[in-house]
């Protein structure tokens, strides 16, 4: 499985995927840096490449990689990889057994279609800013539950479409956007006292290995059989696409 995505939604839905047995192949850009927390918390048990598709020979590269890729994962706005033939289109043509699951924040068509966006943006235009504050000033969630809530989904998605795969003989594709994700939530009641207690996590809380030192972090969220799900391994150092 190839992971294209950035930050907090797309790395969810791979990491939750490698929890469940996935063999996950994510691609860094040296141009585009991510917070250290980003890292800490999304590649986990991911194998880390390092490549710039802006340079003929890594795309040639990756353009090898995708043949023993049977999912991608996108985490771009709608048609920001086009220049790369990597957009759900395009592969649909030029790799038809993958199947790809794609991440944006206003979906992929109306006005905002080709928009960046993320998590915040989202809460402001769907109201949930206003929703969470007090008076004239609007607030925020404590949490970046659309982009948490997508990622999720995204992972529900990606396990459909193999199982589609696997009964139809031909790869599908999906689109998920932080926008849907913010109008299901909204068709919920909001509880009156703030939600449930949360439980102690101590049971839950693992030691996984870093390129630097050991990293404090939670178990998967789940269980399979009734075994609860664990990561397979910690953070590597990310490796050159080139020696792939």
């Known amino acids: 499985m190839l992971d294209l995505t950035r930050v907090i939604s797309g790395p969810v839905a791979t990491r939750m995927l490698v929890a469940l047995g996935a063999e996950v192949l994510r691609l860094d850009s040296p141009q585009l840096p991510e917070l250290r927390l980003h890292v800490l918390d999304g590649h986990i048990g991911k194998t880390s490449v390092m490549g710039d598709l802006g340079r003929p020979r890594h795309r040639a590269a990756l353009q ?111 689109r998920l956007a932080l926008v849907h994700t913010a109008s299901l939530l909204l068709g919920h009641t909001v509880s009156e006292t703030g939600g449930a207690d949360l439980p102690d996590p101590s049971p839950f809380m693992r030691q996984m290995p870093t390129p630097e030192a050991g990293l404090g972090c939670l178990a998967p969220v789940g269980s399979v059989d009734g075994v609860q799900l664990e990561w397979p391994r910690g953070i590597q150092r990310p490796i050159e696409i080139t020696e792939i």
Request: charged residues 15%; contains cysteine; hydrophobic residues 45%.
């Open 64 to 174: 090898r990689m995708l043949e023993d890729i049977d999912l991608v994962v996108l985490g771009y706005r709608p048609g920001a990889m086009e220049p790369f033939g990597l957009e759900p289109s395009q592969l649909a043509v030029s790799h038809p057994w993958i199947g790809t699951v794609a991440l944006s924040a206003w979906g992929d068509s109306g006005p905002w279609g080709h928009r960046r966006g993320f998590d915040s943006l989202v809460q402001a235009a769907c109201g949930i800013a206003t929703g969470c504050g007090s008076g004239d000033a609007p607030g925020a969630l404590p949490v970046q539950a659309l982009d948490h809530a997508t990622g999720y989904l995204a992972a529900a998605a990606a396990l459909r479409l193999l199982t589609h795969r696997e009964a139809h003989g031909r790869a599908a594709h999906a």
